[in-house]
C-alpha cells in the first residue's frame, strides 16, 4: 500500500484512494526505465501533502500580493538557497510549474516575438520548448534547428556553430530529452558568445547527475539554467531556473507577473527537501550509480545486437534504435510493458518512421538505481528486455521481473 499511509483519503474516497494504491504497487512490481521518472523519497511525498497547499502568495518573499506570507517566504528562501548551494549558482527561481514553462520564461525575459532562438531538432533528441513548430515556442518565435551526426549520433559543434553564424539566434539552447552523450557546455557558451545569444542550458535530465557531480556543470558556461526537479533530480513535480546575477531580474520578472501567477508552494517546500538530499554525500554516490548502471546496461544491450544511438551512453539515457531486431519502438514498449518493464517508444535520429509509430525505445537508470539495483542487475534486465523484444512470453518475464523487485525497497510503498 501507498506510504505515508492515506486513512483519511481512504474513508473520504475510497475509489480514489484505491487508485493511490494501485500505482503505488504498479511502481513496485515493475521496472521502471523511463528515462525522465524517478522515486521521489518519503519525505519529498510528505512535504508535497502538506497545507502549504493552501497558500497563495504571487511575487517573490518580501515583496507579495498578499498577506500571511511569515512561512512561505521562509520555505521559498529555503528552496532558492539550496539549489544555490547544490549547484553553486548566483540566482535560483524555484517557482516555474514545470518545465516547460520554464523555458518558456527564456523566451519572454530575452526575445520578442518573432525573433530567432536555435534548439536541438525534436527528433534528434530535443524538447518541444527549444523551437520546435507544433509549440508555441515554434509558432511564436522563429527557429533554427541543429542535429546530431548520422553516422555519429552526436551533436557535431562545428555544425552548431556554422548554423549559428549564419542564423545570428538570439537565444540558443543546449540539453534535451534524448540525449545519450556529454553536453558541451563550454563549446555551446563560445558559439552564444560569439553571435551575441543569450545560451540557456536545460539540464531537466542530468540535473541529478550534475548535482551529484557525475556529469560536468553548465554554470559558468551557460547564464541560464532551466531544470524540471522530477527526473535524476529526484524532487517532486516542478522545476527551476538558475541564472547568473546579470540575468536574473528579467528572468524573475518573465516567470511572475509575465507568465504564473501563485507559485505551488507545497511543491516549492518539496523542492527544498529534495536540493537538501541532493547535498548530501550519498546523492553524490547515487548519481555516479546511476551513470554505472547505464553504462553496463548499455554494454549488455550491445553484446545482445542491439542498436544504440551514438554506440552507447555517458549519463543515464539510452536510446535504442529497433530496425535491427525488425521491430518498431512502439509495439516492443508494449511488449515490454507487459513484461513488466516500463520505458517509451521515441524517435531515433533520422527515423523513417512517424514520431507517433517510431523506431526507437528509450530507457533511463535513475528509477531502478533510486531502488539499489546494480551493474549485475543490469545483465539481467538486458536479458529481459532482449527476450520481451523477441516475442518471448511477456507473463512469464513479468513474473521474474516482480520477483526481483519484490527484494528492493520502494519508498512511497509498503507491502
Ligand atoms: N517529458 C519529458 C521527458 O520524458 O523527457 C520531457 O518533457
Request: hydrophobic letters at 45%.
Amino acid at each position: 500500500m501507498h506510504e505515508p499511509n492515506i486513512p483519511t483519503l481512504t474513508t473520504a474516497d475510497p475509489q480514489v484512494a484505491e487508485l493511490v494504491h494501485a500505482e503505488a504497487q504498479r511502481q513496485f512490481e515493475k521496472i521502471r526505465l523511463i528515462a525522465s521518472e524517478n522515486y521521489v523519497s518519503t519525505a519529498v511525498l510528505e512535504a508535497t501533502g502538506t497545507v502549504l497547499t493552501n497558500k497563495y502568495s504571487e511575487g517573490y518573499a518580501g515583496r507579495r500580493y498578499y498577506e500571511g506570507q511569515q512561512v512561505i517566504d521562509q520555505v521559498e528562501q529555503l528552496a532558492v538557497a539550496r539549489a544555490k548551494q547544490v549547484f553553486g549558482v548566483e540566482h535560483a527561481n524555484v517557482q516555474p510549474y514545470s518545465g516547460s514553462p520554464a523555458n518558456l520564461a527564456a523566451y519572454l525575459a530575452f526575445l520578442e516575438p518573432g525573433e530567432k532562438v536555435m534548439g536541438m531538432a525534436l527528433p534528434m533528441g530535443g524538447h518541444l520548448t527549444h523551437g520546435w513548430s507544433v509549440s508555441a515556442t515554434g509558432k511564436w518565435f522563429s527557429s533554427v534547428r541543429y542535429t546530431v551526426g548520422k553516422d555519429t549520433g552526436r551533436v557535431d559543434m562545428d555544425e552548431v556553430r556554422d548554423l549559428a553564424l549564419a542564423e545570428r539566434p538570439k537565444l540558443i539552447f543546449c540539453g534535451g530529452t534524448a540525449i545519450p552523450r556529454t553536453i558541451d557546455f563550454p563549446a555551446f557558451a563560445a558559439i552564444a558568445e560569439e553571435v551575441g545569444a543569450v545560451l540557456v542550458a536545460d539540464i531537466a535530465h542530468i540535473a541529478g547527475l550534475i548535482a551529484g557531480g557525475a556529469h560536468p556543470s553548465p554554470v559558468g558556461h551557460a547564464p541560464v539554467i532551466t531544470t524540471t526537479t522530477h527526473k535524476t533530480l529526484r524532487g517532486p513535480r516542478g522545476a527551476m531556473i538558475m541564472t547568473d546575477a546579470a540575468h536574473a531580474k528579467a528572468i524573475d520578472k518573465a516567470v511572475f507577473p509575465g507568465l504564473q501567477g501563485g507559485p505551488h508552494n507545497h511543491t516549492t517546500a518539496a523542492i527544498a527537501v529534495a536540493l537538501g538530499e541532493a547535498a548530501q554525500p550519498s546523492f553524490s554516490t547515487y548519481a555516479h550509480a546511476v551513470v554505472e548502471n547505464a553504462a553496463a546496461l548499455a554494454e549488455a544491450l550491445v553484446e545482445r545486437g542491439f542498436d544504440l544511438v551514438s554506440g552507447g551512453t555517458d549519463n543515464h539515457l539510452i536510446l535504442i534504435d529497433l530496425t535491427s531486431k525488425e521491430i518498431a519502438g512502439k509495439p516492443a514498449a508494449q511488449a515490454l510493458d507487459r513484461a513488466g518493464i516500463e520505458l517509451n517508444y521515441n524517435t531515433v535520429p533520422y527515423d523513417a518512421r512517424k514520431p507517433f509509430d517510431p523506431s526507437g525505445i528509450r530507457l533511463g537508470t535513475a528509477a531502478v538505481t533510486t531502488r539499489g539495483l546494480g551493474v549485475e542487475e543490469m545483465r539481467l534486465l538486458a536479458e529481459w528486455i532482449d527476450r520481451a523484444v523477441a516475442g518471448e512470453d511477456a507473463e512469464k518475464i513479468a513474473m521474474e521481473v516482480s520477483e526481483l523487485m519484490a527484494g528492493y525497497p520502494m519508498p512511497g510503498f509498503v507491502s
